[in-house]
């Protein structure tokens, strides 16, 4: 059975507020709606409590076309704004040696994610990459952790950076690390580290004692 790592993408892997806030923002100004500051749309975003839908659009659901025109624009911005942690790649890099399958759950459109990574040259660096789509929903639901573990073996870390990452990561009855290297958001009654060295440290130590499911 395969130990794997599970990368959240936005916050965890790419620091990417930049690209996601100048797309919202695109989105409300074709709806007439006034911009929305950055700190506050990456507060309703990693908010399980809040409905992003209708904070961003005043919508239940969003069009085909609203979903078309929001991926082209955010793969734009992404290819113009977005950049990888070094700490995310000091993980991979690490753990790859040791034989680990790294992985991708992101909350962004499943469509977008392939060319997103290719862009940032690390596309071959992952075994399975999941996204947001009609038949995936978001986090904290546990599915796409769940579709990556029925793959490769439940023997799996989640790393992320959100209360949401946390829930879908306690959802799915696996192990979550919380990194604060992008939001510098620390959440209580989980393991918190500020940097690669933490990470690894604290992987080994699971490791060791065989403790990945929770």
């Not at 975003?45 to 839908?53: C, F, S």
């Not at 753990?95 to 909350?107: E, L, R």
Request: with cysteine; glycine share 4%; hydrophobic share 40%.
């Amino acid at each position: 059975m395969s130990r794997v790592i599970i990368f959240d993408m936005d916050g965890t892997l790419v620091d990417s507020d930049k690209a996601i806030c100048n797309t919202i923002n695109y989105m409300r100004q074709g709806l007439n709606m006034p911009p929305l500051d950055d700190n506050e749309i990456i507060e309703i975003i990693n908010n399980p409590a809040k409905n992003y839908m209708m904070e961003f659009y005043a919508v239940e659901r969003v069009s085909q076309n609203m979903i078309k025109i929001f991926e082209e624009e955010y793969q734009k911005n992404y290819f113009l704004h977005a950049k990888i942690y070094q700490d995310a790649l000091d993980i991979m890099d690490y753990f790859q040696k040791m034989g680990y399958k790294m992985t991708v759950a992101s909350n962004a459109p499943d469509t977008s994610l392939n060319q997103i990574l290719s862009n940032l040259k690390i596309l071959d660096k992952f075994e399975i990459i999941v996204g947001a789509s009609a038949t995936m929903p978001c986090k904290p639901a546990p599915d796409m952790l769940n579709f990556i573990t029925n793959r490769l073996g439940n023997q799996a870390i989640f790393i992320g950076d959100s209360y949401k990452d946390k829930l879908a990561a306690k959802n799915a009855k696996i192990e979550y690390i919380n990194v604060t290297w992008g939001a510098n958001r620390q959440i209580l009654d989980s393991i918190n580290c500020q940097n690669a060295k933490e990470v690894i440290e604290k992987i080994d130590l699971i490791c060791k004692f065989d403790t990945f499911v929770i």
